[in-house]
């Protein structure tokens, strides 16, 4: 069931204009719902209205923070997930007319939903190889940090992952500095320093990135460094992981000739938890 400017349909009428196919003229939100909460939907929220002022897209008056988790949970219910655990994408573009430049401003939207095993992020002991991709780069700057439709770079990175049995790859930027994996933010450990890149190196400006920068703030053992990462420095890192807001917390296993271990990963992971109940 797809919500569709805030009607349900099984069929939904998409153009052969629609600007965000066309053109990529679109953002987007991915966001994790269980026990009957969207995790972090503030930040999920203000990050979509900071996306959309930044491509000078109208905010509809129906846009509030309320309004639009009401048309979340619309979908949450339709699917029958309300005591599930879940996966909802709102998509967010703006309309159709024009070519590159735009004839208006105004946006639709449309959100589904996907359930997921896990009411809760858990952690996967699961073997989980990466290697840097480097057929194309991120560019250092500020449309790089928000999540539009135009993600290429992934698909075709993730398409080489795929190709040569990599469970993932990460990002260089145009500094060549690693920026982040194909699908969330890296964070590497090194004794008791925990880095992970700022954002005017290009990474995305992830929902979970900000949670556990706001958590190792917080932390005696362990000083938080944004600051750019090189690829030399990850064969010598204790650990790596990846994050986002539907696994949370991905460790990496291997990279090349260095394996990692977890017990960071898997402490930051327990509190990760404890922050999206309490959230």
């Known amino acids: 069931m797809i919500n569709f400017n805030g009607t349900l349909t099984e069929t939904p009428q998409f153009s ?3 600007r965000g196919m066309l053109y990529g003229d679109a953002v987007f939100e991915t966001i994790r719902y269980s026990g009957g909460k969207l995790f972090f939907w503030e930040d999920h929220y203000f990050r979509l209205m900071a996306s959309m002022r930044i491509l000078r897209m109208e905010i509809p008056m129906g846009f509030t923070l309320e309004d639009l988790q009401d048309e979340l949970l619309k979908v949450v219910e339709a699917e029958n997930l309300k005591d599930k655990a879940a996966s909802l994408r709102l998509t967010v573009t703006r309309n159709e007319g024009g070519k590159y430049l735009p004839e208006d401003n105004n ?11 896990d009411p809760f992020f858990t952690l996967t002991e699961d073997y989980y190889e990466v290697e840097l991709y480097k ?22 990175g993730s398409i080489f992952a795929k190709e040569n049995d990599y469970a993932n790859c990460l ?7 690693v920026v982040e994996a194909l699908n969330g933010n890296l964070f590497l450990v090194k004794g008791s320093t925990i880095k992970t890149p700022p ?7 992830g929902i979970i990135r900000k949670q556990l920068i706001e958590i ?3 932390l005696d053992d362990f000083t938080l460094e944004e600051a750019a990462i090189s690829p030399f420095e990850l064969q010598k890192a204790d650990e790596l992981f990846i994050t986002n807001a539907i696994v949370g917390i991905q460790p990496i296993s291997k990279y090349r000739k260095k394996t990692y271990t977890n017990t960071v990963a898997k402490n ?12």
């Open 171 to 177: 990002l260089l930027n145009t500094n060549k500095s």
């Open 268 to 279: 930051l992971l327990g509190k990760l938890n404890a922050k999206a109940r309490l959230g």
């Open 107 to 117: 946006v639709s939207f449309y959100i589904f939903a996907k359930e997921l095993k």
């Open 135 to 156: 057929d194309h780069y991120v560019n250092a700057d500020l449309l790089s940090t928000l999540k539009t439709a135009n993600k290429i770079i992934h698909v075709t």
């Open 216 to 218: 190792i703030a917080k």
């Open 199 to 205: 954002l005017d190196e290009g990474c995305l400006r």
């Open 16 to 18: 052969a204009h629609n």
